[in-house]
C-alpha cells in the first residue's frame, strides 16, 4: 500500500504533439493517500483511462513523473509496480479452475504453496465464492468472473493500489448494485489504496471518499461526494454530476450584483472579477416553486419517483426544478426564487462567488 | 391451438434432393459394387462381404493404410506448431499485415496439380533448381525418382508449403480477437511468455485450431493430386498413399468390387477418426 503522488503528469498520443489540443492529459499535479477510496469521474474520452494505464505502467507519460511512497516509478513496468488492476471486460484465464486463476498472481511471483492457499481461500471467503473454487473459470456468469478478476488483484497482499476501469460495464443491473456494495465492504476490509474509473455518477459517488472529475484532460475538480454535489467548481461538474443536472443560467453582472433575465438574484457571497457577462448556476433541486420571485411558466412535468421535474421558462431560458408536493400543472404561471446559499455566479465556467461567510 | 401443416417439408426438399444426387446416390452405387464381382459386359456376380474380408486381411492395405497414417501424423506435427509460431510471429497491425496476409495466402490459390508438377520439376536433378542445387553444388545425392527418402522428404515438404498457410491463417484469426485487455491483466500478474501462451492465446485459438487440426487431417488423409503429379506413388510403391492405391485398384486394374471396398473402408476411417478428434477437443466446452 502507498501513497500516489502524480507530478506534472502530461501525456499526448502523438509522438510530437504541438498545442494542448493534442495531449490526452493536460497536466495533471495529484496526490492520492494510501488507502483511500478514489474514483476518476469523466465522460468518454476525457482522460481518465489513460492516466489510469499511466498508473499502472502499460502506458509511459510524455512528461512527468509518478511516485508510489516518494520513489520514482515513472519508468517501472507493470509487474514491478506492485500494482492490480480490473478491466471493463472480465479478464479470466478460461483453462483454469477459480482456484487457479486467484493462485495465478502469486504463483507468477514465486510464492510459496501453503501461502498462496491461505491467501487464495481467504480472499474467495470475502468475494463469496468459495464453493467455486474448483469450477472451471470459463463456465462462470459474468459477474463472478468479474469477482474473479477483482479477487486476482487483490490476492496479492503487498498491492500498493488496485484499480477498476470501468469494471461493471458489462454487469446486469441487479448484479451491479450488490457488486458494487461488496467492492465498498472489501476496500474497508483490505485498506487498499482503490481507484476506481467510471463514467457513471452513481458508481463514482457510492464508491469513493474523493471524487475526482476529468474533463478533456484535465483535473476539473476534486471533493468528497457531498461537495462535488453542493458546491461544485465548474458547471461542467454542475451538469455532470445530479440528475437533472445543475441550471446554468446566463446573467450579468452589474455593480456587484447578478442578474438573471433583468431579475436580481441573491447569490452566495460576494462575485469575483467585477461586471461583465457571466453565468449563474443553481441546482434544480434548490429552485423553489412559490407565489413570490421571478414568473414562469409550466413546460413540462415529469414524475421521476417520488419527486417531480418541473421544466419551466423564464424569458426564453428553460429552467428545472424539482419539487415533491405541490406540483404544477403544464401551462400554468408560477414563480420561482433560487435558495441564495446554493446559488453561485460561475465565469468561463469556472466558479466565482466566494464562500457564503467569507 | 398451434396450426400444423406440412409446408417445412417444401423447404427442405431442394436440400434432400441436393443431398442424394451428390452424395447418397453415388455412395450407395459404391455400396453396390462393394458386394459384387464383374468381369465387364455390366455381367455382376453377388460376393457378400469377401472383398471386405480379403482387404482387411491384405498386406498391400495395411502398408498403404500405414503409409497413409505415416504421411498425415507428420504433416500435422510439423504444420500445426509451425503454422501457430508464424501466426505468433506476425504483426498484429500496420501495413506489413495485408502483406503477410497475401504472401501466406498465395500457395493455397495455386491448383494441386500445378502444385505438384511445380514441385517435380524444382527437384529434377538435372534441370530443376532445387535438385541441381542439392546434387551439383553442396553435393549431396537427392533423386526423389531414385531414393525413398527422398521422396517422402520431398512430398511432406511439398504439402508443408502448400499448406502450413491454412494453418497460419485459422491461428491468426484466433490471436487478432484477444482484447489487449487479456495481455495488460498478464503483464499486472507477472505472467510469463510461456503462461501467456499457454493460458491466453492457446485458449483463445482453440476453436480455429480444432477447425485448422480437421481441414487438415482430412484434406492430407485423402491427399491424392499432389503426390500422383510428384511421384506417381514411387519409387516402387514408397510413397503409394491410400487414394492412390485406390485408383491404381480401380482404374488399373479394373477390379470394381475391392475397390469399391476399399472406398467405404477408407471413408469410414476418415470420419470415424474426424468425429473421434472432435468429440475430444469439444469435450470441455460442453461441461
Not at chain 2, 434432393?17 to 455382376?44: C, D, H, K, R, W
Not at chain 2, 527422398?150 to 491454412?166: E, F, G, P, Q
Not at chain 2, 476411417?269 to 469439444?282: A, E, G, K, N, Q
Request: glycine share 8%.
Amino acid at each position: 500500500m502507498a501513497k500516489i503522488t502524480l507530478s506534472k503528469l502530461k501525456h499526448s498520443y502523438y509522438p510530437a504533439p504541438n498545442g494542448p489540443d493534442d495531449y490526452a492529459l493536460k497536466e495533471i499535479d495529484l496526490d492520492w493517500s494510501d488507502g483511500g477510496a478514489y474514483a476518476l469521474l469523466g465522460p468518454s474520452g476525457c482522460g481518465k483511462s489513460t492516466l489510469l494505464n499511466i498508473i499502472s505502467g502499460l502506458l509511459a507519460p510524455s512528461e512527468g513523473r509518478i511516485l508510489f511512497d516518494d520513489k520514482d516509478v515513472t519508468g517501472l513496468p507493470p509487474n514491478q509496480r506492485n500494482i492490480a488492476q480490473v478491466f471493463q471486460f472480465p479478464v479470466i484465464y478460461d483453462t483454469m479452475s477459480v482456484f487457479d486463476n486467484l493462485a495465478f498472481p502469486l504463483r507468477n511471483r514465486g510464492v510459496a504453496e501453503d501461502h498462496v492457499k491461505a491467501r487464495v481461500l481467504e480472499i474467495a471467503e470475502m468475494l463469496e465464492v468459495t464453493d467455486m473454487l474448483t469450477t472451471r473459470a470459463a463456465n462462470l456468469s459474468p459477474d463472478n468472473k468479474q469477482k474473479i478478476s477483482m479477487g486476482r488483484g487483490l490476492v496479492r497482499d503487498d498491492v500498493n493500489v488496485v484499480m477498476f476501469d470501468e469494471p461493471l460495464t458489462v454487469i446486469d443491473p441487479h448484479l451491479k448494485w450488490k457488486l458494487r456494495s461488496k467492492l465498498k465492504e472489501l476496500h474497508q476490509k483490505v485498506r487498499a489504496t482503490m481507484i476506481y474509473v467510471t463514467h457513471d455518477q452513481t458508481e463514482a459517488l457510492t464508491f469513493a471518499d474523493q471524487v475526482v472529475v476529468m474533463q478533456e484532460g484535465e483535473i476539473v475538480q476534486i471533493g468528497t461526494p457531498v461537495e462535488l454535489f453542493e458546491r461544485p467548481a465548474h458547471t461542467f461538474v454542475g451538469h455532470f454530476i445530479g440528475s437533472p443536472g445543475m441550471n446554468v443560467l446566463p446573467a450579468e453582472i452589474r455593480d456587484g450584483g447578478a442578474y438573471f433575465e433583468g431579475h436580481p438574484i441573491a447569490v452566495e457571497g460576494a462575485v469575483k472579477g467585477g461586471d461583465g457577462v457571466a453565468q449563474i448556476g443553481v441546482r434544480p433541486e434548490f429552485v423553489k416553486l412559490g407565489s413570490y420571485g421571478m414568473p414562469a411558466t409550466v413546460r413540462k412535468v415529469a414524475e421521476v419517483g417520488r419527486h417531480s421535474v418541473v421544466d419551466a421558462v423564464v424569458g426564453d431560458t428553460l429552467i428545472k426544478a424539482v419539487t415533491g408536493s405541490d406540483v404544477p400543472g403544464q401551462g400554468e404561471q408560477i414563480h420561482l426564487s433560487f435558495a441564495q446559499e446554493h446559488t453561485r455566479v460561475y465565469r468561463n465556467g469556472w466558479l466565482a462567488t466566494e464562500r457564503a461567510g467569507t | 391451438m398451434k396450426t400444423q401443416n406440412q409446408k417445412a417439408w417444401f423447404f427442405v426438399l431442394p436440400v434432400l434432393l441436393l443431398v442424394a444426387f451428390n452424395a447418397l446416390i453415388p455412395m450407395m452405387t459404391v455400396v453396390n459394387y462393394s458386394v459384387q464381382e464383374t468381369f465387364g459386359n455390366n455381367v455382376f456376380f453377388f460376393e457378400g462381404l469377401r472383398w471386405f474380408e480379403e482387404l482387411l486381411n491384405s498386406d498391400r492395405f495395411h502398408a498403404a493404410l500405414g503409409r497413409q497414417f505415416l504421411f498425415t501424423g507428420i504433416i500435422l506435427a510439423i504444420e500445426v506448431p509451425l503454422g501457430i509460431i508464424i501466426a505468433l510471429s506476425m504483426p498484429r497491425q500496420g501495413i506489413w499485415v495485408p502483406v503477410c496476409l497475401v504472401t501466406m495466402a498465395l500457395p493455397m490459390l495455386i491448383p494441386w496439380n500445378v502444385v505438384g508438377a511445380m514441385w517435380n520439376i524444382f527437384t529434377l536433378p538435372e534441370i530443376g533448381l532445387l535438385g541441381y542445387v542439392m546434387n551439383h553444388t553442396l553435393g549431396i545425392a537427392y533423386d526423389m525418382t531414385q531414393n525413398p527418402l527422398a521422396a517422402w522428404i520431398t512430398i511432406i515438404v511439398m504439402d508443408v508449403w502448400h499448406w502450413t498457410s491454412l494453418v497460419v491463417l485459422l491461428s491468426y484469426a484466433g490471436l487478432v480477437s484477444i482484447p489487449d485487455a487479456y495481455y495488460q491483466a498478464a503483464k499486472i500478474d507477472g505472467a510469463s511468455a510461456w503462461s501467456v501462451f499457454r493460458y491466453i492465446q492457446l485458449p483463445k485459438m482453440k476453436t480455429v485450431l480444432t477447425i485448422a487440426i480437421l481441414l487438415r487431417f482430412m484434406d492430407s488423409f485423402n491427399i491424392y493430386t499432389e503426390p500422383f503429379v510428384l511421384t506417381g506413388g514411387g519409387p516402387g510403391n514408397s510413397t503409394t498413399l491410400l487414394s492412390i492405391d485406390l485408383v491404381k485398384i480401380a482404374l488399373g486394374q479394373f477390379d470394381l468390387g475391392p475397390a469399391a471396398a476399399m472406398s467405404l473402408i477408407y471413408f469410414a476411417i476418415t470420419l470415424l477418426v474426424s468425429w473421434l478428434f472432435y468429440t475430444l477437443m469439444t469435450k470441455d466446452d460442453a461441461k
